[in-house]
């Protein structure tokens, strides 16, 4: 059994429910919300105490992690099911994005990343580390970089959460009708495969098993966001770093239903 004793549930300064969208008084329509990051903005959302409607068809998505809000189950390339959706919750904001390389989960591991098959680093290694898959492989390791592996942005799915919050407020507040703009989110740093699999096997008490394969075709030795622009019109800035990260990726790979 991995030793995980020393994980805990350390929270950042501030939380996402401990801020709300005063600006916002009607509900909103997460696209889905029931899917990895769309549960946590839902979670989000009502903790700010604003109500959450979940869009989701559930082809990838999970009727277990609609926790916040009601579902309504359809497509989102459906125009009169969506119109129908409207006409019933008359939802004052739509959120809909996707990203790469979010990690963590919830806190309380109430929900978290439950994709089939699973791909991201993060859970694949965790699960290699606690004995749940066979041996994690590394894609490359003669890349341009300081240990020859790719290094990549990851940004906590909870800190994912506080910037569409943010972003709502913000978009609710600007002069005008139709303003629109565009934000890099991430951690504004970088971080190697390598460091990701030495940081897991630190944390757990035992080695990710790990072989190194080909790289992959189109993979860049680095990635990583400038995240200047959300820090300065949104007052954003990821709190929970590399460690809380896994650590609550841990928690909630021992915990998930499967």
Same mark, same amino acid.
């Not at 959302?45 to 926790?67: F, N, S, Y």
């Not at 739509?94 to 990203?99: A, K, P």
């Not at 066979?134 to 592996?149: I, K, N, P, Q």
């Given at each position: 059994?991995? !030793?995980?004793?020393? /994980?805990?549930?350390?929270?950042?300064?501030?939380?996402?429910?401990?801020?709300?969208?005063?600006?916002?008084? #009607?509900?909103?329509?997460?696209?889905?919300?029931?899917?990895?990051?769309?549960?946590?903005?839902?979670?989000?959302?009502?903790?700010?105490?604003?109500?959450?409607?979940?869009? &989701?068809? /559930?082809?990838?998505?999970?009727?277990?992690?609609?926790?916040?809000?009601?579902?309504?189950?359809?497509?989102?390339?459906?125009?009169?099911f969506v119109e129908k959706v409207f006409v019933r919750h008359r939802p004052q904001v739509v959120i809909s994005l996707r990203y790469f390389n979010a990690t963590g989960a919830d806190s309380a591991?109430?929900?978290?990343?439950?994709? @089939?098959?699973?791909?991201? +680093?993060?859970?694949?290694?965790?699960?290699?580390?606690?004995?749940?898959?066979?041996?994690?492989?590394?894609?490359?390791?003669?890349?341009?970089?300081?240990?020859?592996?790719?290094?990549?942005?990851?940004?906590?799915?909870? &800190?994912?959460?506080?910037?569409?919050?943010?972003?709502?407020?913000?978009?609710?507040?600007?002069?005008?009708?139709?303003?629109?703009?565009?934000? !890099? +989110?991430?951690?504004?740093?970088?971080?190697?495969?390598?460091?990701?699999? @030495?940081?897991?096997?630190? +944390?757990?008490?035992?080695?990710?098993?790990?072989?190194?394969?080909?790289?992959?075709? #189109?993979?860049?030795?680095? +990635?990583?966001?400038?995240? @200047?622009?959300?820090?300065?019109? /949104?007052?954003?800035?990821?709190?929970?770093?590399?460690?809380?990260?896994?650590? @609550?990726?841990?928690?909630?790979?021992?915990?998930?239903?499967?």
């Amino acid at each position: 059994m991995a !030793n995980t004793r020393g /994980l805990r549930a350390g929270r950042p300064e501030e939380s996402v429910g401990e801020r709300s969208l005063s600006l916002v008084s #009607g509900p909103v329509l997460v696209t889905g919300g029931a899917g990895y990051i769309g549960s946590h903005v839902c979670k989000a959302l009502a903790e700010a105490g604003t109500q959450p409607i979940c869009l &989701d068809t /559930l082809e990838k998505g999970h009727d277990w992690a609609v926790r916040w809000g009601s579902l309504e189950q359809g497509d989102v390339g459906d125009g009169r099911f969506v119109e129908k959706v409207f006409v019933r919750h008359r939802p004052q904001v739509v959120i809909s994005l996707r990203y790469f390389n979010a990690t963590g989960a919830d806190s309380a591991a109430e929900i978290g990343e439950a994709h @089939d098959p699973e791909t991201p +680093l993060l859970p694949l290694a965790v699960d290699a580390a606690l004995g749940l898959r066979g041996s994690l492989v590394v894609h490359g390791s003669d890349y341009r970089t300081e240990d020859g592996s790719c290094v990549r942005d990851y940004v906590h799915v909870t &800190d994912l959460a506080d910037a569409h919050l943010r972003a709502v407020h913000w978009l609710m507040s600007q002069k005008g009708r139709g303003r629109h703009d565009v934000f !890099n +989110l991430g951690s504004g740093t970088g971080h190697s495969v390598k460091q990701v699999v @030495d940081s897991i096997g630190r +944390l757990v008490g035992r080695p990710v098993p790990h072989v190194y394969g080909a790289r992959r075709p #189109g993979d860049s030795p680095r +990635l990583v966001g400038c995240i @200047d622009k959300a820090q300065r019109e /949104l007052g954003w800035s990821p709190l929970r770093g590399l460690e809380t990260q896994i650590e @609550d990726t841990v928690r909630w790979r021992m915990s998930m239903r499967r």
